[in-house]
């Protein structure tokens, strides 16, 4: 009787581990695919992330030099004028004109000063 009690058991342990045992791991390639595609996806997102932050920095910058461009356009031509404006009035034409109408005569020596 033991050794038809050997024989059962062995027959339900080959059972059991027919339905349980594991040939060559074929989901272990499935796994390491998936990491692959998810690490993949991250690095493109993170890549397409960081250049749309690079475009906008780039953008932001352009604009702002525009605008300070545009400023210094303003202060040059700002500069101009007052230029022109100081010219005419320390020309000597108009001076002497000045003079004439308030009643004022020639300098003395010492009381002309010459600037740099």
């Known amino acids: 009787m033991p050794n038809n009690l050997t024989i059962r058991l ?7 581990i027919s339905k349980n045992r594991k040939v060559g791991h074929p989901w272990r390639w499935g796994k390491i695919a998936v990491t692959v595609l998810v690490l ?31 400023i210094q356009k303003q202060y040059l031509d700002l500069n101009r004028k007052l230029r022109i404006e100081l010219a005419c009035l320390t020309s000597i034409h108009r001076l ?13 020596p010492s009381q002309v000063v010459n600037l740099p």
């Open 40 to 70: 993949a996806t991250a690095g493109v997102f993170f890549t397409s992330l960081f250049l749309a932050w690079a475009d906008l920095q780039y953008i932001t910058q352009s604009y702002q030099i525009s605008q300070a461009q545009e």
């Open 96 to 108: 002497e004109k000045l003079a004439a109408e308030y009643d004022m005569g020639a300098p003395q």
């Open 10 to 16: 062995t027959t339900v342990g080959q059972l059991f």
